[in-house]
Nanobody, 126 residues
Framework: VRLVESGGGLVQAGGSLRISCLVTGRPFINLAVGWFRQAPGKEREFVAAISQSGRKSRYLDSVQGRFTISRDNEKNTAYLQMNSLKPEDTAVYFC????????????????????WGQGTQVTVSS
């Protein structure tokens, strides 16, 4: 399975950005998806997760209400819409997938992701 993130960039505080994760090599409908981020000098942290159907999701407390995770199973793509961005959101953002059995629908735990993308840089200026 291959994951390719895109859409990162530089944005001013208060602005918005949408990043994408294109997944190939596995039936996307079987994959639970998560977004993580890693800021300089800090450990990687969970940001958001979505189930295979898209009906279930979970967020880091500090992004709840500002970020929205979604997916388009026809396009094999997951998204993270980020609004009201803050300088502390600056990080490399990674998408990851957990390969589940067919017809499953769950939000994965933070340690369950086995495949990762290379990341996309998001920089929020103050």
């Amino acid at each position: 399975v291959r994951l390719v993130e895109s859409g990162g960039g530089l944005v001013q505080a208060g602005g918005s950005l949408r990043i994408s994760c294109l997944v190939t090599g596995r039936p996307f409908i079987n994959l639970a998806v998560g977004w993580f981020r890693q800021a300089p000098g800090k450990e990687r942290e969970f940001v958001a997760a979505i189930s295979q159907s898209g009906r279930k999701s979970r967020y880091l407390d500090s992004v709840q209400g500002r970020f929205t995770i979604s997916r388009d199973n026809e396009k094999n793509t997951a998204y993270l819409q980020m609004n009201s961005l803050k300088p502390e959101d600056t990080a490399v953002y990674f998408c990851a997938v957990d390969i589940g059995p067919p017809a499953s629908d769950y939000v994965s735990g933070e340690l369950d992701y086995g495949e990762w993308g290379q990341g996309t840089q998001v920089t929020v200026s103050s």
